[in-house]
């Protein structure tokens, strides 16, 4: 009988056992310390108890300081001398340890004076091997894939909002003053270029009553443009590229396909009869993309097929790039051009690239892989930050519960910080960190004055169980923390931020638009000046001058349900204009509400949308006009630009260039992308037409269909 309880109880153990999985790097730099999170709880006296432990290479025990997380998942060791290390976990160090079983008791790690790149291929190999390990024990497939595999694409003074200088033509709406971002149209004040589907249309545009196509880059059919540069008399095309990947001995019928990233190169002294200079990429996915002083910089994120490492022949896993001044195809990159982010357990590489397009025939092409993801970037004219999410291991109960639903619920992530030096094409780590929550785009970071600054979400606004709340961080030139606000708008998220020198804006959204102002002048004490709620919210903010702000966003309302709580309602797009000459009270001076339920404008989600010119105080962007008074019914009734004058006084319309339709669909060929200006012409530009007006009048001029 004793025999039969004990094999019952067993059994019963076996099903009710939580499995609990670990997340730690297997590299950790020595100023910078060393971090595990676990799936499940840990006890407040674990490592008191000694129920984590670390030894050293030699199996001695480590006397290290070791800090349990307010969260009660994770342990901080803030300082280790150089070396392998393993830190050692008993069961009875989680909570519920009677009914939890670790899916790891030991992890190995090593400490490094500085980020050092590898040397061989069993270094890689093994760093790959171990991932496998702990996604098998955790029982999540793709666990480590995660960490900066979210597709995201951008999207002096960070406050500029740079848009149209001192030259008699457009630029791109630009974050940072000094650093160009890529976009899909560029003009150098006589030509446009734009990418048209698979081409690069370039337009003359000198006589605006009489534009012509000049030229049409096409390119072969694995090849889509995806941003545009310009710089000097050099036109940069970034775009993704199909390609058979490189394979050893007989030539199968099937090779594997890989994503680039590809850069064709072209002379363009004379539009008309563009050259190519030169064709360079890298394998992975475009991250992002910046031009500062003729140095071009791009990102990219690839996961490599690691699992080829189970089989017989292995495989290759590092990344490839090509140079056509090299003469041949795909390479991998060297092992001495390949190291491991600290922090990092992505199984997935971000490669940086660099050239000097003051010579692009001959100026070398500079790449550096590293292991960790990427999915957010912003650059200065002389830092590189990277940010990926850190998604916190999902304990048993929560894995039940998704099951349970039959959905799928996200995981709470926390945003890990690359921070590197930049000086001409080369690049340098320098840093890296991780702070709780995770960031919205690349406005919500900011360099200045030596401080890196971020706002994030932690949680997520719909879980009344543990409603999110959003924070202010601040860190120093060695992405230290030294300041911060937190616990901001329970319940809500951050829908757009704003950095303008010693100050921070922030929007959060539940069924009100907060726009919080932030003192950040003083980087260890930052502060909440002002709180503004009105209905609504901002997607983007743009600087007007030192005190306003504008807000492009939704009209909102809440509508009553019966026997229930009120529903909020989107209506029109809003314009706001913010004043925040008193900080502590900050007003909504003036709005715009444009057409009814479903209208939109990509400059929503894609800031380079945004036309302005400053000395006419004109800020224009595409619309896409939708009438309907809730969400349940719209009808489409046309779509364009339109331009606003705005200044401190107020928000005035100044062009409506919206085109009326019967069509009760949107057509995507005709409908506006950019608009720009090139002298006393307005342009507006679609993927397969160009119209002129003349900007004073904003009467039409002229149309060029590039088909």
Do not use: C
């Amino acid at each position: 009988m004793a025999a039969a309880l004990i094999v019952v109880f067993g059994v019963a153990f076996a099903v009710m056992s939580d499995k609990v999985s670990v997340s730690a790097s297997s590299i950790a730099l020595a100023d910078q310390g060393w971090s595990a999170s676990f799936s499940s709880e840990l006890h407040p006296d674990a490592i008191k108890k000694g129920n984590l432990y670390i030894t050293d290479a030699m199996g001695n025990l480590v006397e290290a300081e070791m800090v349990l997380l307010e969260n009660s998942k994770t342990i901080n060791v803030p300082q280790l001398d150089v070396g392998d290390y393993k830190l050692h976990i008993k069961e009875s160090a989680v909570k519920g340890g009677f009914l939890k079983s670790l899916t790891s008791k030991e992890i190995s790690f090593a400490v490094q004076e500085e980020l050092r790149k590898l040397s061989n291929a069993e270094e890689l190999e093994a760093y790959f091997k171990q991932l496998m390990v702990l996604e098998k024990n955790s029982g999540q497939p793709g666990l480590f894939t995660n960490e900066g595999s979210v597709a995201t694409e951008e999207s002096s003074d960070s406050s500029s909002g740079s848009g149209s200088g001192g030259e008699d033509h457009s630029t791109t709406n630009n974050q940072v003053e000094g650093v160009d971002e890529g976009d899909m149209v560029k003009t150098d004040g006589s030509y446009i270029y734009a990418v048209s589907e698979a081409k690069v249309v370039i337009t003359d545009v000198r006589n605006p009553e009489a534009m012509a196509v000049a030229k049409e880059l096409a390119f072969k059919q694995e090849m889509y443009p995806q941003q545009l540069f310009l710089s000097d008399k050099v036109l940069v095309v970034l775009g993704s590229k199909y390609s058979a990947m490189p394979m050893e001995g007989d030539i199968l019928e099937y090779r594997p396909q890989t994503v680039l990233t590809s850069v064709h190169l072209y002379n363009v002294e004379d539009p008309e009869n563009p050259t190519l200079i030169r064709e360079f990429g890298t394998e992975g996915n475009l991250t992002g993309a910046r031009l500062t002083d003729g140095l071009l910089y791009f990102v990219t994120s690839v996961i490599p097929d690691y699992r080829v490492l189970e089989e017989p022949d292995n495989g290759e896993i590092r990344p490839h790039s090509y140079d056509t001044k090299r003469g041949e195809g795909l390479q991998p990159l060297p092992y001495e051009q390949i190291a491991i982010l600290p922090g990092t357990m992505a199984a997935s590489y971000s490669i940086i690239t660099a050239i000097d397009l003051a010579d692009p025939e001959n100026n070398s092409v500079k790449t550096e892989g590293y292991l960790g993801g990427s999915e957010q970037l912003y650059m200065t004219k002389d830092r590189l930050y990277l940010t990926a999410s850190a998604f916190m291991p999902i304990s048993e109960e929560e894995k039940d519960k998704e099951l349970g639903m039959s959905i799928w619920l996200p995981q709470q992530a926390n945003t890990k910080i690359f921070k590197f030096a930049l000086d001409e094409a080369t690049v340098q780590f320098l840093a890296s960190t991780e702070i709780t929550g995770s960031l919205l785009n690349q406005f919500s970071m900011d360099e200045f004055d030596g401080y890196f600054r971020a706002v994030t979400t932690e949680g997520f606004a719909w879980d009344e169980a543990a409603p999110s709340k959003n924070h202010l961080f601040i860190l120093d030139d060695k992405l230290k923390q030294v300041g911060s606000v937190e616990d901001l708008a329970p319940g809500e998220r951050i829908y757009s931020a704003r950095f303008m020198e010693d100050k921070a804006y922030m929007v959060t959204f539940k069924e009100t638009d907060p726009l919080f102002v932030i003192d950040v002048s003083t980087p260890s004490s930052p502060k909440v000046l002002g709180e503004l709620k009105i209905p609504g919210f901002s997607n983007y903010l743009h600087p007007l001058g030192e005190n306003h702000l504008i807000g492009f966003g939704y009209d909102t309302k809440l509508e009553p349900v019966k026997d229930g709580e009120p529903r909020v309602v989107t209506g029109g797009m809003k314009i706001s204009l913010f004043d925040v000459t008193d900080f502590s009270n900050p007003i909504e001076k003036d709005t715009e509400i444009i057409g009814g339920s479903g209208t939109y404008s990509t400059l929503q989600y894609d800031h380079k949308a945004l036309f302005t010119h400053k000395d006419k105080n004109l800020f224009g962007f595409p619309v896409s006009l939708y009438s309907g008074s809730d969400s349940n019914y719209v009808e489409f009734e046309g779509a364009g630009a339109m331009i606003y004058t705005i200044t401190p006084e107020g928000i005035d319309e100044t062009a409506n260039l919206l085109a009326g339709t019967d069509s009760a669909i949107e057509d995507w060929a005709t409908g506006v992308q950019r608009i720009l200006y090139v002298g006393d012409s307005l342009f507006t530009v679609s993927p397969t037409e160009i119209k002129s007006y003349n900007l004073e009048t904003f009467e039409f001029e002229n149309l060029l269909s590039y088909n």
